[in-house]
């Protein structure tokens, strides 16, 4: 099988390392950054990479947009002509809603775009800190439309289990953004919340125990990945912050109440 990864930085740098070390040997990479790419083959994780992808699409069986949510979408446009019959595409990105339906109204209907989201990634951004090791015993959604093709869908699997997910979950991309407002946007929303709440000059850092971290470790976020994230699925997420701050105050209540017994009750 020859896939293709377009966006080589954290995550589809762990894409090509968890293909390599499941033992798919023909791998090619697409990225707008020399440097990426050339680190890229010196890693071996590709046997080629280009800048400019318009020429190679149509030679791939499996092509992986690991490329923010609104580039996947120009991506399609600029290559629906020479996308060849039977493609598989999937995606890696944490919204769906604001662009499947478009993508599916232009894209070639021999091709079977698969839309899809790993449940891991790092805090950092470049291929430097791409790991294969991120997706070991990790969950995977897939976004199934009318479209797609069973079969299609079972050689996704496969390949998704053979880089070390543990469990893959299909769902609608309405169900899934709603879940990923909660379950991820939310704690990140909640750790850039806590950090910005600190005041300057007190010494943080000296104060910090496992608590702090591990609820802060999120929030040396991407920020232009995560505004357009954030952004395209606010609905959802504002829905979820709501909720949330319903709970915080009630634990607020208890304590401007001095009300122990409530207190207690909620924790």
Do not use: C
């Not at 775009?113 to 805090?123: K, L, V, Y």
């Amino acid at each position: 099988m020859r896939i293709l990864i377009v966006g080589l930085g954290v995550i589809g740098g762990s894409y090509a390392m968890a293909l390599k070390a499941a033992g798919y040997e023909d791998v090619y990479g697409i990225d707008n950054n020399l440097e990426t790419l050339k680190k890229a083959k010196e890693l071996e994780i590709i046997k080629e990479g280009y800048v400019d992808g318009s020429e190679i699409v149509e030679k791939y069986d499996l092509i992986i947009l690991s490329i923010y949510p609104m580039l996947i979408k120009s991506f399609i446009e600029e290559n629906k002509r020479l996308l060849r019959a039977g493609t598989i595409i999937t995606d890696a990105t944490g919204i769906k809603k604001p662009f499947i339906e478009d993508i599916l109204k232009i894209l070639p209907k021999e091709v079977d775009f698969i839309f899809g989201h790993p449940m891991a990634g790092r805090e950092k951004r470049g291929i430097d800190y791409a790991s294969k090791e991120v997706f070991k015993g990790a969950n995977y959604l897939i976004t199934v439309t009318d479209r797609n093709i069973e079969s299609n869908i079972k050689v996704l699997e496969k390949i998704i289990y053979e880089m070390g997910f543990r469990k893959i979950k299909r769902i609608d991309p309405f169900f899934h953004d709603k879940m990923i407002g909660f379950t991820s946007q939310l704690p990140h929303a909640i750790a850039v919340a806590l950090i910005n709440s600190d005041e300057e000059g007190r010494d943080t850092g000296s104060f910090i125990g496992d608590s702090y971290r591990d609820l802060t470790r999120i929030a040396n976020i991407n920020e232009e990945l995560w505004s357009e994230l954030f952004i395209g699925n606010k609905d959802n997420l504002i829905e979820s912050i709501d909720k949330f701050l319903i709970e915080m105050n009630n634990i607020k209540s208890a304590l401007i109440k001095n009300d122990d017994n409530e207190l207690k009750k909620y924790l």
